[in-house]
């Protein structure tokens, strides 16, 4: 979407305690099992770890733009409910007053 200057808008996508929490905690287990598998020898257990490691970090949402055929919630305190005909979206941001604004926007540009 771009704004009434055409600029791309973009929101924060805000984790909720109970992810940070939980996806650290999980990080440190992977961490904590592939250190334990470089010391008994079984490097690839050690390896496949990291890479997943790695790869879960490289798709971790982090922020959004939105655009008249995509927007997703990492916190439920912060959600907007977007309710359409055929479904029902729920997106997360660290601004949701940001978020209307910029969706009423898109829907009527002329305001």
């Keep these: 979407m771009t704004n009434r ?3 791309m ?3 924060k996508a ?3 305690t109970l ?5 650290a905690l999980q990080t440190a ?3 904590t099992v592939a250190v334990i598998a470089f010391r008994n020898g079984a490097s690839w257990i050690g390896f496949l770890l990291l890479a997943l490691i790695a790869g ?5 949402i ?3 733009t939105v655009t008249p055929d995509s927007i997703f919630a990492t916190d439920h305190r912060d959600a907007v409910v977007l309710r359409y005909v055929t479904h029902t979206v729920v997106v997360s941001t660290s601004s949701p007053e940001d978020l209307v604004r910029d969706l009423s926007n ?3 540009p002329n305001n």
Excluded at 19 to 23: I, N
């Design 5 to 7: 200057i055409g600029i």
């Design 9 to 11: 808008k973009c929101h």
């Design 14 to 16: 805000h984790w909720s």
């Design 19 to 23: 992810l940070v929490v939980g996806s």
């Design 29 to 31: 287990l992977c961490v």
């Design 56 to 60: 879960c970090a490289l798709f971790a």
């Design 62 to 64: 982090r922020g959004y």
């Design 106 to 108: 898109l829907i009527n």
